[in-house]
């Protein structure tokens, strides 16, 4: 909270210090609508590693903040990572960092044009041992 007041009377935002804490100012800023810091903040994740984990954060936002337009090409971007990460769905490389998804996420894994299975039985026993997880 510090940090927006100050981004508010100095226009200098204070970086955060990782992306659990990016979320955090992301999501003050929009509930107190201060719109004017989400491009600087949007830089700031772009400067991240794009990892399994942050596009996580990014994509377990609320619909509202996901669809705003400066936010959009990043929660766009980690959809399409995702995506590539995790195409091959039967795969053992990826099965438990796959089936520690959230439902969102996992939701947008299955959804993907670039899934590639070969038969439809895959993305069943797929979403079937994730609930087992749950």
């Keep these: 909270m510090i940090s927006l ?6 226009g200098c935002l204070k970086e955060p210090s990782n992306p659990e804490a990016f979320i955090l100012l992301l999501c003050l800023a929009d509930r107190f609508s201060i719109h004017s810091c989400m ?5 700031v994740f772009q400067s991240y590693p794009q990892t399994v984990h942050n ?3 990014m994509l377990c936002l609320p619909e509202t903040l996901k669809s705003n337009k400066t936010v959009y090409p990043i929660v766009k971007s980690c959809r399409k990572f995702l995506c590539e990460q995790f195409q091959d769905i039967s795969s053992s490389s990826h099965r438990s960092e796959l089936l520690s998804l959230s439902m969102e996420v996992f939701k947008v894994v299955l959804e993907s044009e670039l899934l590639d ?3 439809k039985e895959e993305v069943f026993i797929c979403l079937s041992n994730w609930t ?3």
């Design 5 to 10: 007041i100050e981004y508010m009377y100095t």
């Design 39 to 43: 491009g600087p903040l949007v830089k």
């Design 55 to 57: 596009c996580h954060l």
């Design 117 to 119: 299975v070969q038969y």
């Design 132 to 134: 087992k997880v749950l």
